[in-house]
T-cell receptor
Framework: GQNIDQPTEMTATEGAIVQINCTYQTSGFNGLFWYQQHAGEAPTFLSYNVLDGLEEKGRFSSFLSRSKGYSYLLLKELQMKDSASYLCAVPLTGGGNKLTFGTGTQLKVEL | GAGVSQSPSNKVTEKGKDVELRCDPISGHTALYWYRQSLGQGLEFLIYFQGNSAPDKSGLPSDRFSAERTGGSVSTLTIQRTQQEDSAVYLC???????????FGQGTRLTVV
């Protein structure tokens, strides 16, 4: 089965950098996803990592280490609008976008 | 439409009643997923449709839950004899097959009283 662990809450300052960690256990690895969800809104896809290393996409980067069962999402130059829940997810058996999600990390960006 | 559309956005129903939730995916997306999100819980996979293949129902929590997808497009999730524990936000997502990352709708907030 799959198990995902991520911190419940984090607080950071506008303009700073924050790293949101995710550890996972899966019976077979088929990639790791990060989604962003603002309160009351739909989750939006941020990134997908299937190989080890860092993938950069603008202010957001995602890192994966398959041997350690570990990923992180790095947010640079934080803005107030980045206050949201960040969801780590891995595919269930059957793959694709059939996912099991962590409970999410609620990020609060303060002035 | 430009995005995944779900209706109704909110639904309050009495315990024991049946409800139908609708999802209109992005045009051309052959993969369609239903999830639910309960307060304080992660998104929970319910069911997956891919083209004309038989749906993957492995996430449905009980036989009171069922879903259809007509003509490979619009999908309806039906919950029979609703219970209070069914209260949650039901989210629909769609994608191209094999493409990582799905597009989610705004969800239907179901409250069973």
């Amino acid at each position: 089965g799959q198990n995902i662990d991520q911190p419940t809450e984090m607080t950071a300052t506008e303009g700073a950098i924050v790293q949101i960690n995710c550890t996972y256990q899966t019976s077979g690895f088929n990639g790791l996803f990060w989604y962003q969800q603002h309160a009351g809104e739909a989750p939006t896809f941020l990134s997908y990592n299937v190989l080890d290393g860092l993938e950069e996409k603008g202010r957001f980067s995602s890192f994966l280490s398959r041997s350690k069962g570990y990923s992180y999402l790095l947010l640079k130059e934080l803005q107030m609008k980045d206050s949201a829940s960040y969801l780590c997810a891995v595919p269930l058996t059957g793959g694709g976008n059939k996912l099991t999600f962590g409970t999410g990390t609620q990020l609060k960006v303060e002035l | 439409g430009a995005g995944v559309s779900q209706s109704p956005s909110n639904k309050v129903t009495e315990k024991g009643k049946d409800v139908e939730l609708r999802c209109d995916p992005i045009s051309g997306h052959t993969a369609l997923y239903w999830y639910r999100q309960s307060l304080g819980q992660g998104l929970e996979f319910l069911i997956y449709f891919q083209g004309n293949s038989a749906p993957d129902k492995s996430g449905l929590p009980s036989d009171r839950f069922s879903a259809e997808r007509t003509g490979g497009s619009v999908s309806t999730l039906t919950i029979q004899r609703t219970q209070q524990e069914d209260s949650a936000v039901y989210l629909c997502a769609s994608s191209f097959p094999g493409a990582p990352g799905a597009f989610f709708g705004q969800g239907t907030r179901l409250t069973v009283v």
